[in-house]
DNA sequence: CCCCAGGCGTCCA
DNA sequence: TGGACGCATGGG
């Protein structure tokens, strides 16, 4: 687990050379790997796209062309288009980064195709506000630490690390790149193969079947 | 061939 | 209100 987490830099695990980018690639990496975020935004780049005002003002195909590597393709670049344009509307990304955190958070999730946790991110690691994310790998984590049973539910997963913890974003950012390169390595389903499992001694499902007594 | 990915909106019991 | 489903390309 520890060769995992020292290699993570917070400030270069979510890098973006725009406040702009972070929203686009929030968008784009829904159910997505990184790395065909990674093309999609070159693409856009290239095509003189990668920012909220150009995009808000851009062709729907040419969108849909650009972001083509990240799936969903088609929902995406209408999304992030009409999130573009509602944003331009409210004065364009720096003042909606510099409205107060609920004020901000009311807005992105009125957008189409921003829920809680494309939200959160953009307002953690685009405008700095100390909100923490949630997401699947952090459920992944979490679930298995705590031998926990029921559904995902984000807003407790929320309010429960955010009860536990000073609410400082440098701190979230760091916590969530963390549970995100953990989670990675972590089995999908009750996998029995736990040799390599950064977190195999404090699952619970492995104690459970007792692949863990070695 | 299979499963999975840094979700979300919609629909239905 | 929460669980299933469609969205879709790319990688292992």
């Known amino acids: 687990m520890y060769l995992i987490l020292k290699q993570i830099n917070k400030d270069e695990w979510w890098k973006a050379d725009t406040?702009?980018?972070i929203i686009i690639g929030a968008i784009l990496t829904q159910q997505t790997?990184?790395?065909n975020v990674e093309k999609a935004m070159r693409n856009l780049k290239r095509e003189g796209m990668l920012s909220i005002s150009r995009l808000a003002d851009a062709n729907l195909q040419s969108i849909e062309r650009a972001i083509?590597?990240?799936g969903f393709y088609r929902q995406k670049?209408?999304?992030l288009k009409e999130a573009s344009e509602r944003i331009m509307d409210n004065g364009g990304v720096k003042?909606?980064?510099?409205?107060p955190q609920k004020e901000l958070?009311?807005?992105l999730i009125s957008l189409k195709g921003v829920g809680m946790e494309t939200a959160d991110s953009i307002a953690l690691y685009g405008a700095d506000k100390p909100t923490f994310v949630v997401d699947n790998y952090t459920w992944r984590v979490i679930s298995r630490v705590y031998g926990r049973e029921e559904p995902y539910d984000?807003?407790?997963i929320k309010e429960w690390v955010e009860g536990v913890t000073t609410r400082n974003a440098e701190l979230y950012k760091e916590m969530h790149s963390?549970?995100?390169e953990l989670g990675k390595s972590v089995c999908v389903k009750r996998d029995p193969i736990c040799a390599q499992c950064p977190i195999s001694r404090i699952c619970s499902y492995g104690k459970a079947n007792g692949s863990h007594s070695r």
């Open 19 to 21: 406040p702009d980018e």
């Open 33 to 35: 790997q990184w790395s």
């Open 68 to 70: 083509r590597p990240t």
């Open 77 to 79: 670049a209408t999304r």
């Open 95 to 99: 003042r909606v980064f510099s409205l």
């Open 105 to 107: 958070y009311d807005i």
């Open 154 to 156: 984000y807003g407790k």
């Open 178 to 180: 963390y549970f995100v």
